[in-house]
């Protein structure tokens, strides 16, 4: 090592030495540095420290990341994990370690967070969904696999040499009843029907919100997928709605849910007049604004209307049509169950839905196979006493 001198401004004289390190284990560069000292025994003593750093920290000159509890690990998990799902998914998942993940886990260092410890809280989230069922704490094993995800990201940025989450057991579920899905049955379906057929469509927002109804009605498709129809999603020649975006709760497009959500829906010829007649109309109101439109339920005020404001009128209309409250949703369930009640085929509404299982579909609709299998066992009985 070659020593040096020189004099400060200040008249002070100090010496110097370019030191070696060696070769930077992340550049493949060599890696230099120089120290200075009043003494050359001090240039000496600087150079041997700065060397074991530069192998202390790896062989490297560049910075690493410092992480040393849970909530920095998520902070840098989140900034990698964010741009990976979409809105809607990003918004949930970020309550979900806010809510639930960080109180609990966050102050924790990582060398101190053992498999006993998250085995407790697990413990403790079952417990409570088991004996109160309500809350997001009831989805305890998905808390479970966010948190393993996360450490799991720990291990591979070598903060943690391994997942204390993966030897967690995550206690089994209590069952509970299916929960009713909530649609309009045959006698309720005709009085909310009769009652549209009362309201003034020659006001633009009554026949807006009629055609929207009697739309999802006859489609089975999501509220976020209907607002999210352009003109040009829809064969107005054929009887043919192409579901293939869907509106997120930012107001933006995103893709369906799944490739299942990607589907052509052939339309029964009274809906089909209906968005004709529709259209026509939309287009003279749009005139008088001085526009062109092309999505199709559009309010003109903004370019797709907001499902919230949307909802506030359904709550009105089914109140004032005297039947249950069954949300936007509950268009869907009305759908699906007149299909399978008229003996569909459970893949052919599985299509129609967009749902990636036909399981999915039977799981949610397990009422319509009571009912159907209710009249498998009337026609067995009328088949045996004809003999």
Known sequence: MNIKDKIKKNGQKVYYASVYLGVDQLTGKKARTTVTATTKKGVKTKARDVINAFAANGYTVKDKPTITTYKELVKVWWDSYKNTVKPNTRQSMEGLVRVHLLPVFGDYKLSKLTTPIIQHQVNKWADKANTEQKGAFTNY???????????????????????????????????????????LGNKELKQFLDYLDTLDQSNYENLFDVVLYKTLLATGCRIS????????????????????????????????????????????????????????????????????????????????????????????????????????????HTHTTMMLYAQASPKDVQYRLGHSSLMMTENVYWHTNQENAKKAVSNYETAINSL
């Open 141 to 183: 094993s998905l808390l479970h696999n966010m948190n393993k995800r996360i450490l799991k990201y720990g291990v591979s940025l070598q903060v943690i040499p391994h997942n204390p989450a993966n030897d967690v057991i995550v206690p089994r579920k209590r069952q509970k009843e299916k929960t009713t899905v909530k649609y």
């Open 225 to 332: 997928e209907a607002l999210a129809l352009e003109w040009s999603d829809i064969d107005l020649d054929n009887g043919i709605i192409s579901i293939n975006k869907t509106l997120n709760r930012y107001q933006e497009i995103n893709s369906p849910k799944s490739s299942a959500g990607y589907r052509d829906i052939p339309i029964d010829n009274a809906t089909l007049l209906m968005l004709k007649q529709y259209k026509n109309r939309q287009q003279v109101q749009s005139w008088q604004l001085g526009r062109s439109e092309t999505v199709v339920f559009s309010v003109f005020t903004e370019k797709y209307a907001y499902s919230c404001n949307l909802r506030r009128r359904l709550d009105k209309h089914f109140k004032a049509a005297g039947v249950t409250n069954v949300s936007f949703h509950g268009f869907r």
